[in-house]
C-alpha cells in the first residue's frame, strides 16, 4: 500500500497579514518538494470539505457559528493578536477538517497505508471554545474523534513535536481516557503550558519540556525514555501525528536545534508504536514551521520515511 497525500488549493486562499509567519508560502514550498521524482508514488487526493458534524464532535456548535459570522467577505479579521481569517480561511479551514477525517477513513479501511495533511491553517493551539496560535479548529483533535465516533477505535494517540505546546489539544482531551496526548515542545515559549506535571485528569496527558538549544540528541531521549514506552503502555488504535517541524533549528519561532534526520526517526519510531498496537495506522497532520526551506525539508523527510517504514 502507498502513503496518501491530502491538500488543496484553496490553503492558499487563507491570507494573513504582510510579514505573518503563517503564510500562503509554507504550502508553496511543501508543495515544491512533494513535486520531486521521489515522491510520485504518493497517492494525492484533494481535501474534501469537512462537515459541522465532525467539528462538533470537539468544538461547540457556539464557536463553530462564532467563527463562520467573523469571516470576511473582503479584507482581513483579526480573531486574536496572531489569529486572522480572510475570505478564504472558511473554506480552508473546513478543508482542514475534511483532510484529517479523509486521512483517517483511508487509513482505518486499508486502502492506503498511512496519510500526511498537508493543510494550513494549523490547528493544535485551538481550545474547545478559543481559537488561538494561528490556529482555527484543531484537526488533530477531530481526526481523533472521528475515528472514535465513526470507526469505532477505542483509544487514540496524538504525538505533537511542534515547538510550540499543543495547548488546544491538552485542552480538549484534559479529562478523556481514551485519548492519550504526548508532547516535545520548547519551554518557556509560547503558549505557556505543557509542564511535566500537567498530566490531565486521567493521566493521558504526557508533556516532555525541551530547553532552548536542546538538540536531536536530547530530543530523541525524551522520545525514547518518556513518549514511546507511555505509548506502549497505552496501546492505541490509531496514532495521530501533529506534526510542526518549527523545532528545526532554522526555525524563526522557536530555539530548539533539530535537523529533518531527526523528523525522520521520530516519525519511524511512532510508525513502530502503530505497527505494535494500531495495526500500522497513522495519520500526519502538518502543524507549525515557517523557515521556508527547514520545513520543506523536514516535511520531505517525514513523508519519505511515511512511505519507506
Known amino acids: 500500500m502507498s502513503t496518501l497525500l491530502l491538500s488543496h488549493p484553496c490553503f492558499l486562499d487563507h491570507l494573513t497579514p504582510i510579514g505573518h509567519p503563517e503564510r500562503p508560502d509554507r504550502l508553496r514550498a511543501i508543495d515544491r518538494i512533494l513535486e520531486h521524482e521521489r515522491f510520485h508514488s504518493l497517492e494525492r487526493e484533494n481535501a474534501p470539505m469537512g462537515t459541522v458534524e465532525a467539528i462538533a464532535r470537539v468544538h461547540p456548535m457556539a464557536y463553530v457559528d462564532s467563527l463562520y459570522k467573523a469571516a470576511p467577505t473582503e479584507g482581513l479579521v483579526r480573531i486574536d493578536a496572531d489569529t486572522t481569517m480572510s475570505p478564504g480561511s472558511w473554506e480552508a479551514a473546513l478543508r482542514g477538517v475534511g483532510a484529517a477525517c479523509q486521512a483517517v477513513d483511508e487509513v482505518v479501511a486499508k486502502k492506503v497505508s498511512n496519510a500526511f495533511s498537508a493543510s494550513r491553517p494549523p490547528g493544535h493551539h485551538a481550545e474547545k471554545a478559543r481559537a488561538m496560535g494561528f490556529c482555527l479548529f484543531n484537526n488533530a483533535a477531530i481526526a481523533a474523534r472521528h475515528a472514535q465516533s465513526a470507526h469505532g477505535l477505542e483509544r487514540v494517540a496524538i504525538v505533537d513535536f511542534d515547538v510550540h505546546h499543543g495547548n488546544g ?45 536542546d538538540d536531536g540528541a536530547v530530543f530523541r531521549e525524551a522520545f525514547q525514555t518518556v513518549i514511546l514506552p ?22 524563526p519561532l522557536g530555539g530548539l536545534n533539530l535537523v529533518e534526520a531527526d523528523f525522520g526517526w521520530a516519525t519511524k519510531a511512532l510508525m513502530d508504536v502503530a505497527d505494535r498496537h494500531s495495526d500500522g495506522r497513522v495519520v500526519s497532520i502538518l502543524e507549525g514551521g515557517y523557515d521556508l526551506e527547514g520545513l520543506a525539508r523536514s516535511v520531505a523527510a517525514h513523508v519519505m520515511t511515511l512511505m519507506t517504514g
Open 169 to 213: 489539544t491538552q485542552d480538549i482531551f484534559w479529562a478523556d481516557p481514551s485519548v492519550m496526548y504526548c508532547s516535545t515542545h520548547q519551554m518557556p515559549l509560547y503558549p505557556g503550558s505543557g509542564a511535566a506535571d500537567e498530566t490531565g485528569e486521567a493521566n493521558t496527558i504526557v508533556n516532555v519540556p525541551l530547553a532552548a538549544g
Open 230 to 251: 507511555r505509548l506502549d503502555a497505552f496501546a492505541p488504535d490509531l496514532v495521530v501525528i501533529s506534526a510542526g517541524f518549527d523545532a528545526h533549528v532554522r526555525d
